[in-house]
């Protein structure tokens, strides 16, 4: 989808038309210079606490975040895999965070950042969707900071549509007068959509 003017950047595709080894080693640090920047070297904050990411355990040389944001079966040391569609969105997830409350209509039919919460545990979480390119950041709260806690694309109608029901429910939560009944809200899943890329 083309967006003039919008806030969302351009797809970070993997430039090779030839898949090796150490084609996607370049893509990778490349990738990991833009994680440094994101979520390191400049901080981030949402409703007042800084968000923060898992910087250990180590996996592989790569702190376990990084990992977790362009890899499908990231426990997996000896035989990671790269998820692509994850891999070329890293740079969006600072960006649905900052932008959640954009109205610009940059392009037809762009809804914006769909955002919701839901408990968990004894806290909560806040889920950040954008419809339209099917990608889904999801923050924790803690008691002095928020945890990235993942970050996909949903590849499958059936994943987004759980997401949008999720959405709704909120939405519906949010409608009803003071004293009313308010429909339960759906816990958390925490799952992720894998993209089967091998590397």
Same mark, same amino acid.
């Given at each position: ?58 996996? *592989? ?6 990992? !977790?944001?362009?890899? &499908?079966?990231? +426990? %997996?040391? /000896?035989?990671?895999?790269? *998820? ?6 890293? !740079?969006?997830?600072? &960006?649905?965070? +900052? %932008?959640? /409350? ?98």
């Amino acid at each position: 989808m083309t967006r003039n003017n919008c806030w969302l950047p351009e797809l970070n595709e993997f430039p090779q038309t030839s898949f090796t080894v150490a084609s996607y080693k370049e893509y990778e640090a490349s990738l990991y210079c833009t994680y440094k920047k994101d979520f390191w070297s400049n901080d981030l904050f949402f409703q007042g606490l800084k968000v923060q990411v898992r910087k250990s355990p180590i996996i *592989d040389g790569y702190e376990e975040s990084f990992v !977790h944001f362009t890899c &499908k079966n990231y +426990e %997996n040391v /000896q035989n990671r895999e790269p *998820d692509f569609r994850r891999c070329e969105r890293l !740079h969006w997830i600072r &960006k649905f965070i +900052e %932008n959640y /409350q954009c109205k610009a209509r940059c392009v037809e039919k762009c809804d914006g950042i769909k955002y919701w919460e839901e408990p968990y545990k004894s806290t909560k979480r806040f889920h950040f969707l954008f419809e339209e390119e099917r990608f889904l950041v999801v923050l924790e709260k803690r008691e002095y900071y928020c945890l990235l806690i993942t970050a996909f694309y949903l590849e499958y109608d059936h994943s987004l549509q759980k997401q949008l029901k999720h959405y709704r429910m909120y939405k519906k939560a949010e409608d009803v007068p003071f004293g009313g009944t308010s429909p339960e809200t759906p816990s958390t899943t925490g799952r992720r959509d894998n993209v089967n890329i091998g590397l």
